[in-house]
């Protein structure tokens, strides 16, 4: 009976819940793409964002070739569907792995503008060191969940995948996971005191460029504060697992 009713409630999951979360979800995605890639909202830290809303999508079109699977818009025991099932978990991975660590870097440069006000991240340039970097973050993630593109019944996963799946949960997830509830002490700390470093230069300002600073003060405050709200629901949602 058990057996039963938790075939009943994956079946559930996978029918109806993961159907709606991949509507919803890369629709959402693809007005993110829309908005924050438009001239008016490039910054470091919109394309973070839009690294992330990119990664989250991949992931969730992966998942809608499963729920047209399920709804058997895709014929049962199509050859391609069961030939890239490898290959669709690796990318799974990949693009869960990319979208977690472009959070925690947003993150982290959120306390970067509460450390430095003269180094307000959401107005740099956007560098080719800071180009860089994201590549860096593509290219890290990849190897660390390379391993999930390797056959089962190889002798290659069989010698890397205990050790890589430890690796893999420890420096995506739980590491992550830590380091975000710290970070998010902080942000959530400088947004309940309102003491922003470019709310300080405001009050002492007394030139023109005062209103400037304060509207730029509560620019950071809004972008913190999406920061806190995307940094929580991945501590939510990830942590327990």
Not at 41 to 62: C, E, G, P
Not at 154 to 174: I, T
Request: hydrophobic share 50%; aromatic share 12%; net charge positive.
């Amino acid at each position: 009976n058990e057996e039963i009713i938790e075939k009943e409630i994956v079946h559930f999951i996978y029918r109806y819940v993961l159907l709606i979360q991949t509507l919803f979800g890369s629709s959402g995605n693809v007005l993110n793409l829309i908005v924050l890639l438009s001239r008016k909202m490039r910054s470091r830290t919109n394309l973070l964002f839009s690294l992330m809303a990119f990664a989250d999508l991949a992931f969730l079109l992966i998942q809608s070739i499963h729920v047209l699977y399920i709804h058997r818009v895709i014929p049962r025991g199509v050859w391609w569907y069961l030939d890239l099932q490898l290959y669709m978990t690796g990318f799974t991975n990949w693009f869960s792995a990319l979208s977690i660590w472009c959070m925690l870097y947003a993150t982290i440069e959120r306390v970067q503008v509460l450390r430095n006000p003269f180094r307000a991240v959401s107005k740099r340039q956007i560098s080719c060191r800071f180009v860089s970097t994201l590549l860096g973050i593509s290219a890290v993630s990849l190897l660390l969940t390379s391993f999930h593109f390797l056959p089962k019944n190889s002798s290659l996963y069989q010698q890397v995948h205990l050790s890589m799946r430890n690796v893999n949960a420890l420096l995506v997830v739980f590491l992550p996971c830590i380091i975000s509830i710290f970070l998010n002490m902080l942000l959530i700390h400088a947004l309940k005191k309102h003491k922003f470093p470019t709310q300080k230069l405001a009050s002492d300002d007394q030139s023109a460029n005062r209103n400037l600073i304060s509207t730029q003060s509560k620019n950071e405050r809004k972008i913190t504060f999406m920061v806190v709200v995307i940094s929580t629901s991945f501590i939510i949602f990830n942590f327990p697992g």
